[in-house]
């Protein structure tokens, strides 16, 4: 079955990029028609929902990140990434990759914990 | 931003049944599907339902999801202490073009 993982430093400095990738097993990411979506969670607080792209590299964004959020594809790798430029202490958060086939998300991957300090 | 409108806490003791509510609009859970998520702080949240009351392979049948107009709800009977976690719905908002999470329901069992 489908799986995903997170990858990527768990510190990011304040004004920096938070880079993040999620790999795909057990399917091709260019196969098939799926939206892949990331989603955060602040500590302490409830799931936000920052962005996805389409297998076509169509994309979506929250318009609250809209301005500092990029999320790709690579085919070649079998992974997706997200990009979140100028970070501040209140983007750090547990983050989470997810594959969107119909109208709801499953799987999930494990999530990988990203602080924002100096 | 959380549009949807969850209550933050529930409880019951095992074997009771608890219902979980998620208000929304007439852009989201009115127009489109509602889906449950079970979340445990640190872990993959795993689905749960999808499009209202559906349950993907592998959840009891004693975890239900319904929907009224512009509300959703999640029912857990024959409670068991596996079921203390956060519990998220999730909607597409058709007037947003944003995925619009609820902000969560823990729940305890006594």
């Known amino acids: 079955q489908v799986q995903l993982q997170e990858s990527g430093p768990g510190l990011v400095k304040p004004s920096q990029t938070l880079s993040l990738t999620c790999t795909m097993s057990?399917?091709?990411?260019?196969?098939?028609?799926?939206?892949y979506n990331w989603i955060r969670q602040p500590a302490g607080k409830g799931l936000e929902w920052i962005g996805r792209?389409?297998?076509?590299?169509?994309?979506n964004y929250n318009p609250s990140l809209k301005s500092r959020v990029s999320i790709s594809v690579d085919t070649s790798k079998n992974q997706f990434s997200l990009k979140v430029a100028s970070v501040t202490a209140a983007d750090t958060a547990f983050y989470y990759c997810a594959t969107e086939e119909f109208d709801w998300f499953d799987p999930w991957g494990e999530g990988i914990k990203v602080t924002v300090s100096s | 931003q959380s549009v949807l409108t969850q209550p933050p806490s529930a409880s019951g003791t095992p074997g009771q049944r608890v219902t979980i509510s998620c208000s929304g609009s007439?852009?989201?859970?009115?127009?489109?599907?509602v889906n449950w998520y079970k979340h445990l702080p640190g872990t993959a949240p795993k689905l749960l339902i999808f499009?209202?009351?559906q349950r993907p392979a592998g959840v009891p049948d004693r975890i239900s999801g319904s929907k009224s107009g512009t509300s959703a709800s999640l029912a857990i009977s024959g409670l068991q202490s596996e079921d203390e976690a956060d519990y998220y719905c999730a909607a597409w908002d058709d007037s947003l073009d944003v995925w619009l999470f609820g902000g969560g329901t823990k729940l305890t069992v006594l």
């Open positions: 499009n209202y009351n």
């Open positions: 792209v389409y297998s076509d590299g169509n994309t």
């Open positions: 057990g399917a091709s990411i260019s196969s098939g028609s799926y939206y």
């Open positions: 007439t852009s989201n859970i009115g127009s489109v599907t």
